[in-house]
């Protein structure tokens, strides 16, 4: 499909992060672009004030009428999150319209670069983020698709103004989405896993079928190309394509040696096809970002990037919006905001907290993310909350879910081996500004960032 002959590009669910991206793209190559979304939110303000038409309503057969829309010269894109009684999808359907779900357009804008996919059930977005942070200030240069803001770019959406010339050379980095078995409508260059934990199993039902997944698209290598995945992955043992194992663990393909700590910052040594590159330092906190910036390190080691290029990019990576992203960082307080709605997750930022601030009362509010992801890890999701000194439970924030009789937030309450609390949103705040906590974390992919500017003022 060449997008230089669509006039409109029409997006249901254009607010998501990875429909936003497309979009932003789109209207870059001089598209029209509009769409619809249930909510505006700070990134559908963003993307209106770049040219693009949002509106909140569902509008029915009223889209035509008020866009001059045709089969002939309009592409709708869907996000899997759009309900199926969604009218505006079904009178596109109903009128012959070509609709591609976002993932297929990902697909096709992608087949022509060199991509590199990052796929896990976490640790994917920092990682690409980071992959394409190092690639933008390497003479590599890069396009990229993020599952999140980038805090060095304010964007989604990083595009190599050169890359038109040579646009089968040019690199493009993409988040590689399991869900929905998103990530197999790809063809990499370079593939990284990060990880395969459970998950999503409204989708797969078990876990050995989301493991399958991963390996499908583990083998959808394009001939040359190299598969980046961790050590301690079992997927290893059943792959049929090239790879390179890395870990934060033990010695790798590609690994992390003498890790410390430094007033707050990682430094370690990185290792790769048995060259040393000594003293590295990270620009964001936690352990689980060394891993990451080892499997990101060695994909741009992979495509050209420099040693000089990569120190000085680890250095000045400012990290995602809502990846262990500092909302206050001073001496007397410490508050964190992250997107960690899985039980690892939960586990990688709390561990990494309590670690580099071991003399102080670490305390979280979490908001559970579904009602199935909850029902299926209550025991992973109280045992990793547990870590934390003081806990402040939400209710389960539902996305694209009706509520499932006996699931509530409570279900993880009663298993909280930690101080605990159930809350609703203002009783935390009273609580917050009653309480003060030193080291505050809020974590979940609902909309809990919204209670991150209240809590803000109250804990300055």
């Known amino acids: 499909m060449n997008f230089k002959n669509i006039k409109y590009a029409y997006f249901l669910g254009i607010g998501g992060i990875g429909m936003s991206a497309i979009a932003r793209y789109f209207n870059h190559l001089g598209i029209k672009v509009m769409g619809y979304d249930k909510t505006e939110t700070n990134l559908t303000k963003q993307l209106v004030a770049e040219g693009i038409d949002i509106h909140y309503e569902d509008l029915a057969d009223k889209i035509s009428i008020n866009h001059q829309l045709s089969t002939d010269n309009c592409l709708v894109v869907l996000t899997p999150a759009i309900p199926a009684n969604h009218q505006e999808w079904a009178w596109?359907?109903?009128?012959?319209?070509?609709?591609?779900?976002?993932?297929q357009v990902l697909g096709l804008i992608s087949e022509q670069s060199k991509t590199v996919g990052v796929a896990g059930t976490h640790g994917k977005t920092t990682t690409s983020t980071l992959l394409a942070h190092i690639l933008k200030q390497s003479h590599v240069d890069c396009?990229?698709?993020?599952?999140?803001?980038?805090?060095?770019?304010?964007?989604n959406l990083l595009l190599n103004e050169n890359s038109n010339e040579n646009i089968e050379q040019s690199v493009m980095v993409v988040e590689a989405d399991e869900f929905d078995r998103s990530f197999l409508t790809l063809h990499?260059?370079?593939?990284?896993?990060?990880?395969?934990?459970?998950?999503?199993?409204?989708?797969?039902?078990?876990?050995?079928?989301?493991?399958?997944?991963?390996?499908?698209?583990?083998?959808?290598?394009?001939?040359?190309?190299?598969?980046?995945?961790?050590?301690?992955?079992?997927?290893?043992?059943?792959?049929?394509?090239?790879?390179?194992?890395?870990s934060t663990k033990s010695e790798a393909g590609a690994y992390a040696s003498n890790i410390q700590i430094i007033k707050g910052n990682y430094h370690f040594d990185l290792h790769f096809k048995g060259q040393k590159i000594p003293e590295l330092q990270l620009g964001i906190p936690g352990l689980h970002n060394v891993e990451n910036a080892v499997a990101a390190s060695a994909a741009c080691l992979l495509l050209g990037v420099t040693e000089d290029e990569l120190r000085a990019a680890l250095l000045g990576f400012k990290g995602v919006k809502r990846r262990f992203e500092y909302i206050i960082k001073s001496d007397n307080q410490i508050f964190i905001d992250d997107y960690a709605h899985h039980p690892e997750e939960l586990r990688a930022i709390i561990s990494s907290v309590k670690n580099m601030y071991p003399d102080e009362k670490v305390c979280v509010a979490f908001q559970p993310h579904l009602f199935t992801r909850t029902r299926d890890f209550v025991d992973g999701f109280a045992e990793c909350l547990s870590i934390a000194d003081e806990v402040y439970l939400l209710d389960i924030y539902p996305a694209r879910e009706l509520p499932i009789e006996g699931i509530t937030s409570k279900i993880i309450y009663?298993?909280?081996t930690s101080k605990k609390h159930l809350v609703g949103r203002q009783e935390l705040l009273d609580m917050l500004g009653q309480s003060k906590p030193k080291v505050f974390c809020t974590l979940g992919a609902g909309?809990?960032?919204?209670?991150?500017?209240?809590?803000?003022?109250?804990?300055s």
């Open 92 to 103: 596109f359907k109903n009128n012959g319209f070509n609709i591609l779900k976002r993932s």
């Open 143 to 155: 396009n990229a698709f993020l599952g999140g803001i980038s805090s060095n770019y304010n964007t």
């Open 188 to 246: 990499p260059y370079i593939s990284i896993i990060t990880s395969t934990d459970a998950d999503h199993l409204d989708i797969y039902g078990e876990h050995d079928e989301l493991k399958k997944s991963f390996l499908d698209y583990a083998n959808r290598l394009v001939e040359g190309g190299t598969l980046i995945i961790k050590k301690e992955l079992d997927l290893i043992a059943n792959l049929s394509v090239p790879y390179i194992t890395y």
């Open 414 to 416: 009663d298993k909280i």
């Open 447 to 459: 909309d809990i960032d919204l209670l991150v500017q209240p809590i803000k003022d109250i804990l």
